[in-house]
């Protein structure tokens, strides 16, 4: 689900949220989430941490990715439209 992954990334750029949160985002499952989380570890820095959501403002576990910065915005998956 490539999809998924890209919309649960530029979710959590710069804002870490709680797993919930990001779930009712994307209109996934917590658990289509967690394997999408799983995925992204391989690829940038997924960072898991216990404080606010920036989205319900509940104290949880919350995700957060770190933008890459030594990459280019425009990669090799655009298609033309
Ligand atoms: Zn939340």
Do not use: K, N, W, Y
Request: hydrophobic share 40%; glycine share 4%; proline share 5%.
């Amino acid at each position: 689900m490539p999809e998924q992954t890209a919309l649960v990334t530029a979710l959590i750029v710069d804002r870490p949220m709680c797993l919930d949160c990001i779930a009712m985002s994307v209109g996934s499952t917590v658990d289509e989430v967690g394997v999408v989380l799983q995925r992204l570890t391989g690829v940038l820095e997924l960072h898991a941490e216990h404080r606010v959501c920036r989205s319900c403002d509940i104290t949880a576990r919350v995700f957060s990715v770190e933008r890459p910065a030594d990459r280019p915005a425009r990669t090799a998956h655009q298609r033309h439209a």
